[in-house]
Structures are given as structure tokens and as C-alpha cells.
């Protein structure tokens, strides 16, 4: 089947730890995107890729990392200098250009401990 | 800079009652609007995507219609169920916004009451 995974489903990290979140998808899709959702409010992105090899910094970027060495993989790295990385983070991908829509993965729910 | 609003937050209404969900957005330039489902802890799902020359999309008892003068979109659900309890997201693909960035609207959450 095609479509976009995430994993782990659920995360737990402690202070000071780098934590990385899987996104893979199997759609052929230029475009990838890392979403955060806190609880109750809308989606804010973290970076976004158009192409292997490139990335571009969202709205809330600080303290979280990526790579694109794959057109199927995206993997977010929260690292410790994110203070509040509890969340609901959600990987999305869709083709190169505009007016086609967008698929999302189910989601990773990160928690400090 | 695109910002998209949806009020109200939540919604509650009996079963077989029509709901009527709102997204206002302040830039009309834009390519699509696109209207999502959340169950809670779960991912996105699309319902209808709502090109940008047209005014209505419809899928089954979901019909989405599109004004860009007033800056705004309102997703209507006819004959509501429980099953349809969830959180709906709108999301604008703007033409300004770089690598097709969708900006999000808050949500509304709904309730289905039996």
C-alpha cells in the first residue's frame, strides 16, 4: 500500500537527550513536510523539503534538525536545545507543485520525562 | 503573511442536525484551500480540496464552498452521525507561502451528540 509512515507512535525523552523521528513514505513525492501540534491549537511547521538534499526552515525551526538523503525519508531530530518538545508531531508529503493535496503520517507523540 | 481563522473552537449538535463549519483566511492569493479530519492522536485526513478558480467541492453528504472576496470557506456536513466527531482543519496553500507551505487554522471540534 502507498503511504506515508511514521514512527515511533509514542517517545519519551529525558532532559538534555536528542531524540530522532522517522518519516518514510513510498508515494514518489518530491515535497515533505514536519508539522508540530500542541495541544488544542492548529499546525505550526518545522522545515520542509522539495528535494533530496535541500531543506528549508519553517516558523519554529529552533531546536529541531533534519535530513533529506533519501526522496522517501525526512527524519526530524529534536535535540536539547528545543526547551518544550512535548507535542504531537506530524510528517506530511506531497507531489512537486502546487494545487495537489497533501498526505499526513499518524503522527508521533513526543514526551519529556 | 497568510493567517487563517476557524470559530468556532468546538461544536456541539445532535445527530442528523447539518453542521457548518467556517475558516476565514486574510490573503485571497491563493492556489487551493483544503479541508482535513483529525480523530484525536491521529493523523491527518484529507475530505475535500477546493481549487482556487473553483467555489464548491462536494463528497458524499460533505460539500466545501470557496469565497475568496470575503475570504472565506465554510464546510458543510449534512445529516450529522457520531461518527463524525472529530477535530476539521482548514489549510491554504498560498501562493506567496515558498515550497507550497500550508498554513493551518486553528481547528473546530466537533461533537456528535446521539
Known amino acids: 500500500d502507498g503511504g506515508i509512515t511514521q514512527s515511533p507512535k509514542y517517545l519519551f525523552r529525558k532532559e538534555g537527550q536528542n531524540v530522532t523521528l522517522s518519516c518514510e513514505q513510498n508515494?514518489?513525492?518530491?515535497?515533505m513536510y514536519w508539522y508540530r501540534q500542541d495541544p488544542g491549537q492548529g499546525l505550526r511547521l518545522i522545515y520542509y523539503?522539495?528535494?533530496?538534499?535541500?531543506?528549508q526552515k519553517g516558523d519554529i525551526a529552533e531546536g529541531y534538525s533534519v535530513s533529506r538523503e533519501k526522496k522517501e525519508s525526512f527524519p526530524l531530530t529534536v535535540t536539547s536545545a528545543q526547551k518544550n518538545p512535548t507535542a504531537f508531531y506530524l510528517c506530511?508529503?506531497?507531489?512537486?507543485?502546487?494545487?495537489?493535496?497533501?498526505?499526513f503520517g499518524q503522527g508521533t507523540r513526543l514526551t519529556v520525562v | 503573511k497568510q493567517e487563517v481563522t476557524q470559530i468556532p473552537a468546538a461544536l456541539s449538535v445532535p445527530e442528523g442536525e447539518n453542521l457548518v463549519l467556517n475558516c476565514s483566511f486574510t490573503d485571497s492569493a491563493i492556489y487551493n484551500l483544503q479541508w482535513f479530519r483529525q480523530d484525536p492522536g491521529k493523523g491527518l485526513t484529507s475530505l475535500l480540496l477546493?481549487?482556487?478558480?473553483?467555489r464548491e467541492q462536494t463528497s458524499g453528504r460533505l460539500n466545501a464552498s470557496l469565497d475568496k472576496s470575503s475570504g472565506r470557506s465554510t464546510l458543510y456536513i449534512a445529516a450529522s452521525q457520531p461518527g463524525d466527531s472529530a477535530t476539521y482543519l482548514c489549510?491554504?496553500?498560498?501562493?506567496?507561502?515558498?515550497?507550497?507551505?500550508?498554513?493551518f487554522g486553528g481547528g473546530t471540534r466537533v461533537l456528535v451528540k446521539p
Open positions: 477546493i481549487q482556487s478558480s473553483q
Open positions: 506530511a508529503s506531497r507531489p512537486q507543485g502546487a494545487s495537489i493535496e497533501a498526505f
Open positions: 523539503s522539495q528535494i533530496v538534499n535541500d531543506f
Open positions: 508515494l514518489n513525492h518530491d515535497a
Open positions: 489549510a491554504l496553500d498560498t501562493i506567496k507561502a515558498a515550497g507550497n507551505k500550508l498554513t
